[in-house]
């Protein structure tokens, strides 16, 4: 490890790996840091297939989609330490002083610039209120997957699931087919959390059953979980008195979200989008302080692997050409039927000829019009059969043949039946 880098990228999942590729590319020195023992992030644990679909048009599982990124960043010069974590971030004259730990002890290096690509977590039962003992038997949907599919441990015989998110949609399968019995999948939403593709092929195919308006209320037993209470919700998620039901069952597994990690933003200062939960970002993905830049789930919870990766090297090739100049930005705003845009903003003397853009709408749209105005002038329209929350759009603009000042109005409005 050397004592200074243009550009250090903390967090080695899918995001951190291509941006260090394409940083490393981009001709800067580069320094990998990730706390786990290997690069891959979540990857390693995801051995189920549909990773890829965009990028590769192949379906690779988690690993085999990690390892071709993995591939082209050993192809390049730049320094990868795991089993560090970093705790400490400060700005000083020459740069960002970065502190980290490993079985070595606590080391620095001073970085140009730092490239956030630190993940999400899981929300807990803590976080959801669910009342009763601490019995074992509840975990994170992550969890459990990571017992299962990484240390070869089944967490339970006779489970149920609460949330009906991606990584909770995947782990009733794979329980099923690991021999436990998954008795259903519990969402408080009257609509699923998840992707399409992953309620057809990981409930309907194995005949889970999808309770909607429903949670997990209270949890039974003393050293081991025995039971969960299980209640229907009103229209504002509250348990409705009288529709309590008992299940029988040694495991809850929890897949209620994920909440970008941002501690080390926050400590140098940085703007969090209470929307996103990750940092307020430029077109180059640099957040509100000079040369950290954020990426991957970090930034937002990304529904595809693809994506994550596309914002890494986003990340990585503006790190890379990072000067520090003044920026001067505008807005991307949205009517209310979008919840969140990234980039939330444009710097007008950026790199305006390849802007993407990833948004969310706020519930089920059907026969959707986006369209996307500069200064009351139409730039762009899309139409979509639906949009749903579950599913994160992406729209590419070219501003390079706009005038865009600084009293510009960006707007993006999502028009559709509300379902
Ligand atoms: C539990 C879980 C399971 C998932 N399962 C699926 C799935 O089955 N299918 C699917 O399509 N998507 C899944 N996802 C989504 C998946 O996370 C993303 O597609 C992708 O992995 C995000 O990449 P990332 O690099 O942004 O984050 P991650 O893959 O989470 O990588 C972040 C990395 O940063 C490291 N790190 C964090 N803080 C520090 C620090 N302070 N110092 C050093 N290193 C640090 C972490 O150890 C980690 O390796 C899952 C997500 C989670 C959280």
Redesign the pocket.
């Known amino acids: 490890m050397k004592n200074y880098y243009d550009v250090t990228v903390?967090?080695?999942?899918?995001?951190?790996?291509a941006a260090a590729a394409e940083a490393a590319r981009n001709h800067a020195s580069v320094l990998v840091?990730?706390?786990?023992a290997r690069?891959?992030?979540?990857?390693?644990?995801?051995i189920?297939d549909?990773?890829g679909l965009v990028r590769f048009k192949e379906k690779l599982s988690?690993p085999e989609y990690a390892e071709r990124f993995i591939d082209l960043l050993n192809e390049t010069d730049a320094d990868i330490t795991v089993l560090?974590?970093?705790?400490k971030i400060v700005k000083t004259s020459g740069g960002y002083r970065i502190t980290?730990v490993s079985r070595d002890g606590v080391a620095s290096v001073v970085s140009k610039t730092i490239i956030l690509?630190?993940?999400?977590?899981?929300r807990t039962a803590k976080q959801v209120f669910i009342h009763g003992t601490r019995p074992a038997g509840v975990f994170?949907?992550?969890?459990a997957?990571?017992f299962t599919n990484l240390l070869g441990q089944l967490p339970c015989r006779k489970c149920v699931i609460l949330g009906s998110g991606?990584?909770g949609l995947?782990m009733a399968r794979r329980l099923t087919l690991e021999g436990a019995q998954v008795i259903g999948v519990y969402e408080a939403k009257s609509t699923p959390s998840g992707l399409t593709r992953n309620i057809h092929q990981c409930l309907h195919d194995y005949n889970i059953p999808l309770y909607l308006s429903k949670t997990v209320t209270r949890v039974f037993g003393e050293d081991r979980l025995t039971a969960v209470e299980i209640s229907s919700v009103d229209k504002s998620m509250k348990p409705v008195k009288g529709t309590e039901e008992i299940i029988e069952c040694d495991g809850l597994i929890l897949s209620v979200g994920?909440i970008p990690?941002n501690?080390?933003a926050e400590t140098l200062g940085v703007k969090i989008d209470p929307k996103t939960k990750g940092p307020v970002c430029d077109q180059s993905l640099m957040t509100s302080a000079d040369g950290i830049f954020s990426?991957?789930?970090?930034?937002h919870?990304?529904?595809?692997?693809d994506y994550?990766s596309e914002s890494?090297e986003t990340a990585g090739k503006a790190a890379a050409e990072f000067n520090a100049s003044a920026r001067e930005c505008i807005d991307a705003e949205t009517n209310s039927n979008i919840s969140y845009i990234v980039p939330q903003k444009i710097d007008l003397k950026g790199d305006l000829s390849k802007v993407v853009f990833y948004f969310r709408s706020r519930d089920i749209l059907k026969n959707c019009k986006l369209s996307i105005t500069l200064d009351g002038g139409v730039v762009k329209e899309k139409k979509y059969m639906f949009l749903r929350p579950p599913e994160m759009e992406r729209i590419v603009l070219d501003f390079s043949k706009y005038n865009l000042h600084k009293n510009s109005r960006l707007i993006f409005n999502a028009e559709g039946e509300k379902i």
């Open positions: 903390i967090g080695g999942g899918p995001a951190g790996i840091i990730e706390r786990e690069l891959g992030g979540i990857l390693k644990q995801c189920h549909g990773f988690g560090t974590f970093v705790t980290m690509a630190t993940g999400c977590r899981e994170t949907a992550g969890t997957q990571n991606d990584i995947i994920l990690e501690e080390l990426c991957g789930n970090a930034l919870v990304n529904d595809l692997v994550v890494g």
